[in-house]
Structure formats: C-alpha cells, structure tokens
C-alpha cells in the first residue's frame, strides 16, 4: 500500500482494519472480529439505503476481506507502531500554556482534538509531523473561539526567561549597554508587528522546529475540508 492506493482501497475497509488492529495493540477490549464486520456490514447498507440481512456466508466474506487488508496496513507500517501522534503534544501544549487562562471547561482543549480528527481527513498527516498538527489544531480552535494569541501565560515565561538571561549576563560583569543589545536583537527589528514577532517566539518555544508555513498550509487543507463538508 502507498499513498495512492487509496484510490483502490475500500476506505471503509481499510478504516474497519484500522480499528481492528487498533484494538489488538492497545487490548482494547471485548472489540472483535465479528463485532468490527457486522458493524461494516451495517454501514455499507446504510449507505446504499438496503435492508440485506447479514448471513453467514457474507460474513465470513467481510471477515476474510478485513483479515488480508490488516495484514496489508500492517505491511505499509512496516510492523513498527512506535509512531507519534498529535495528541499528547495537544495535551503538554494546553497545560503549559493555557492552564491559567480564562478557559474553565476547557474548550480550546476540546474543540484542538475535535480539530485535529478533521485534519486527519486531509492528506496533512502524511506531509506534516504530529507537532505541526497539534499546534494547527490549537491556533485553529483559539481563532474559532476568538482567543487571543500567543497566550498570556507565554508573555509570563518568556518574562521569567529574559530576566534570568539579565542576571545571567551581569553575573558575567557584561556592560548593561551589551545586555540590552542582546535582548533588543532577540526581540527583532522594532519596524516589524511586534504581536506577529510574538506569535513567531511562541512557536519556537514550543518546538524551534516549527515553522509558520507548515502551519499555515495544514491550515489551508483543514479549511478546505471545513468548506466542502461544513464541519463547524
């Protein structure tokens, strides 16, 4: 399987697989073979608007075609599910960041992972790492809920940081004239939109290899899927 072979793929099939060995790798239960066909089965004649009852025979069809298409994801993974997903740096991003803002049920927590399932709908995960991903999904749902960024609770550690990086520098007797130079460059040219260079610093501190390009073409796909299939 690669890329294009969703093409010639059943995504019903291959998502029903998906789920399958989900489920063995994270013993997700009493889910199983039987319970994954029958609930295939039932969404295909949905679809279709029939009322064909599930028999043996076709069962056991659902059932082999689910077992060789596992075996297929299995092969495109290579056998290796050490992988990253977006969702713990979603959770290490709120917490540190956002954990202190006026948010008590948590919405931009929430709507970031409801987010971040739409962008799964898109070919972004198969481009862009998890980081991007999560933090597309958080910048998407802070707009959505016209929440200011970067968050103040960045404008704080980067506060602590700087003063630590003053006395830091003064321990070395460096002239006072040569600290603020120092600060003054890492701020940026003082032209420049002092909120955008804000934004730009709270990026890098979550991950210096984020930049907002990638950010803002996962943007473009989420917006694109948002507009054809009216998810919000």
Known sequence: MCIRD????DRYVVASSCLLLANKIKD????????????YHKTLVSL????????????????????????KVL??????????????????????????????????????RAICLDIYKTYAPLVYPSTVIALTAIITACFLLNFELPPSNFQKLRAAREQQKTEDT?????????????LNE?????????????FIDWIEDIDKTINLKDILEVQNLLYDF???YQSY
Do not use: C, W
């Not at 997700?28 to 609930?39: E, K, Q």
């Not at 659902?62 to 298409?69: A, E, G, N, Q, V």
């Not at 890492?186 to 804000?198: A, N, R, T, V, W």
């Open 6 to 9: 969703s093409l010639y793929y």
């Open 28 to 39: 997700g239960g009493d889910i199983r073979l039987n319970n994954i066909a029958t609930a």
């Open 48 to 71: 279709e608007n029939k009322t064909e009852l599930l028999d043996d025979t076709t069962l056991n069809k659902i059932k082999d075609k689910l077992s060789k298409t596992e075996i």
């Open 75 to 112: 092969q495109t993974l290579d056998y290796d599910f050490d992988f990253d997903i977006p969702y713990p740096h979603i959770y290490r991003i709120y917490n540190k960041y956002f954990k202190d803002e006026p948010d008590p049920e948590k919405k931009i927590y929430h709507l970031s």
């Open 170 to 182: 003064r321990m070395t007797d460096e002239a006072p004239d040569d600290v603020e130079k120092k």
């Open 186 to 198: 890492e701020k940026g040219d003082k032209g420049q939109d002092k909120k955008l260079l804000s």
């Open 226 to 228: 948002i507009n054809t």
